[in-house]
């Protein structure tokens, strides 16, 4: 199994390969069909399996593209309420698209993932913030300012 990520931020990107990504590509201002040309030269193959998590069109349609013939494309990510899909591109490849709402059953297994050291999400949380740093807080995860992955508010007194 491979695991690929795309971004427009190269910070982001270097995240990704510094936790163990095969690959990464910067998807920023390019077109979706030759970015998804672009992903099966680097990964040497379609994958079997896509899944996408900004809600970002493009992305979306980078992940049905870049499919192999067959495969499964899992669209985790929620954006606008209408997005443009290949769908005819999927249909006529036998693309299965399916949608998951991310929170709906993946706290147990994901807490059990953290709990044992198999997936180190330290290197994630890029900024914290005190409570009442809250609205600062909101403000770098909207914008993403100073490279902001995961922000976290801490709600108690630290140590």
Request: proline share 3%; charged share 20%.
């Amino acid at each position: 199994m491979a695991f690929f990520s795309a971004d427009i931020s190269d910070s982001r990107l270097k995240v990704a390969r510094d936790m163990g990504a095969d690959g990464t590509i910067n998807v920023g201002g390019k077109e979706p069909k030759a970015l998804a040309a672009e992903v099966i030269a680097l990964l040497e193959r379609a994958p079997n399996s896509s899944i996408e998590c900004s809600g970002a069109d493009a992305s979306i349609q980078l992940g049905i593209y870049a499919t192999k013939a067959g495969g499964t494309f899992v669209l985790v990510g929620m954006g606008a309420a209408e997005v443009k899909l290949p769908l005819i591109n999927a249909l006529v490849r036998e693309v299965d698209v399916r949608g998951i709402f991310r929170y709906a059953n993946c706290y147990p297994t994901a807490l059990e993932m953290v709990a044992t050291g198999r997936v180190n999400v330290k290197p994630l949380i890029t900024h914290r913030y005190t409570l009442e740093d809250s609205l600062d807080a909101f403000e770098t995860a909207r914008t993403g300012a100073g490279g902001a992955i995961k922000v976290m508010i801490h709600c108690g007194r630290q140590a």
